[in-house]
């Protein structure tokens, strides 16, 4: 199913135009991820290389900006977008018998290629479900971590920052938690500039990714404040435009801290009360502040609340969420299913969702639609094609009016599933 792409992802995809900023000498070159450059007399330094598919696409658009060599790539974390498409860089390194640039990253961004080598196939799996609706079937592996440009300067352990310097221009790395747990950015004083990596990603925050480990709530609210203390006048962000003025910077950093910050410790304020994770969601949902919801940087475009209340659970709870000892070694869902369908008949079920959808309670209906769909034998192929095709237009409703492109496309993709069974299963129809 094709999504629509919104403008918030298609800056988040990197289609805006490259821009110079500061003294003319900085440039954020667009993609998935963004690059930012900085031009000194003695060379480049790059922070972040984008998506390997993308890698010619940014170097052609800094080569026509500057001829000076590559001396330092830095990796904002070891995502797949921000630090495989190293290869034309090093090429014309190479070619041109330039010496070999340092790369920077944090040492769990060399434990992240690593666990990207043992899952890979699972990697590409849940991507191909992640992005779904802007990936063809028939495209490469975008994942594959196989071959990596591997970091000559690592950040340590807890050890927050490191320091250089390159044609008199200094350039500060910190190292903080967030998105991820390999996180870095730079801080270069005298351009007054923030390369953030996916620390802001022009959304909410993708904290809470239903595909993804665990993300860092509280410590990404710092790494927010730590960056608004810089008093930045540019912020390069991971993905989407470049944020200009020290005001805007500053106003950015502080709603983003500020809506980490409440997200963690509303939830934590819940679980010590005692509360289940059902609750803790809903009561959540219902005291979610206005300012945050009219904030133009939190919009749920990519990531979006609702995930950011399962991150913080998670990050001190286990799996057992529902208090309820009947989830804790639970049924298959097709044998509890077969069962309701003894108490009442399919097309009991199937009316009763249909009356539930045609009232918008699009999500009671699809709960009940279940039954159906994982109760009935295959041999009653009509009443399973009827069920599957209210699902899928139920789905399909839900896609339209919703607005994080995660949830979209985990949607979306189980529709497109969906509808491919329902093709086979027409075959026996006939
Ligand atoms: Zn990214």
């Known amino acids: 199913m094709v999504r629509k792409t919104t403008d918030g992802m298609s800056a988040w995809f990197g289609m805006f135009p490259l821009s110079t900023f500061g003294d003319g000498r900085c440039y954020i070159v667009p993609g998935m991820g963004n690059t930012g ?20 696409k940014t170097f052609n658009q800094i080569r026509q900006l500057t001829n000076k060599p590559v001396k330092y790539i830095i990796y904002s974390h070891g995502h797949f977008d921000h630090a495989f498409g190293y290869g034309p860089f090093i090429e014309e390194i190479k070619k041109k018998g330039w010496d070999m640039p340092e790369v920077i990253a944090h040492e769990n961004c060399i434990k992240r290629f690593e666990k990207y080598r043992t899952l890979d196939k699972y990697h590409d799996w849940i991507n191909k479900q992640q992005f779904a609706s802007v990936r063809g079937k028939e495209q490469e592996s975008l994942v594959s971590a196989h071959e990596t440009l591997d970091p000559t300067i690592i950040l340590r352990g807890n050890e927050d920052s490191y320091s250089f310097k390159l044609g008199k221009v200094d350039f ?67 993905h989407g435009r470049l944020i200009e003025g020290k005001e805007k910077v500053k106003d950015i950093l502080s709603i983003t801290a500020e809506a980490m910050n409440f997200v963690h410790d509303e939830v934590v304020k819940r679980l010590n009360e005692g509360k289940w994770f059902e609750q803790i969601y809903y009561e959540m949902l219902e005291i979610f502040p206005e300012k945050f919801k009219k ?94 095709k209210l699902k899928v237009k139920i789905l399909k409703e839900k896609v339209k009016n919703e607005p994080s492109f995660i949830a979209g496309n985990i949607i979306g993709n189980a529709a497109y599933q969906i509808k491919e069974r329902l093709k086979e299963l027409k075959k026996n129809l006939n």
């Open 37 to 56: 450059v900085f031009e000194t007399d003695e060379g480049l330094v790059i922070f972040d290389v984008p998506i390997k598919q993308y890698a010619h």
């Open 172 to 238: 500060e790395i910190y190292h903080d938690k967030g998105e991820t747990d390999d996180s870095i950015w730079l801080w270069v004083p005298e351009k007054k500039a923030i390369c953030s990596g996916d620390l802001m990603v022009s959304s909410f925050p993708n904290i809470g990714n239903p595909y993804k480990v665990q993300r860092y709530p509280k410590d990404w609210a710092i790494a927010m404040e730590r960056m608004r203390d810089k008093n930045a006048e540019y912020l390069v962000p991971g």
């Open 295 to 388: 904030h133009d940087i939190l919009r749920p475009i990519y990531g979006c609340y609702r995930f950011a209340i399962h991150a913080t659970y998670r990050l001190y709870h286990g799996w057992y969420n529902s208090g309820n000892p009947t989830d804790l070694f639970p049924a298959k869902t097709d044998d509890i299913a077969r069962e309701f369908l003894k108490l009442n008949s399919e097309e009991k079920y199937l009316e009763h969702a249909k009356k539930l959808f045609s009232e918008g309670k699009r999500q009671l209906a699809l709960h009940v639609l279940d039954i159906v769909v994982k109760g009935t034998d295959e041999k009653n192929v009509e009443t399973l094609v009827e069920a599957l």
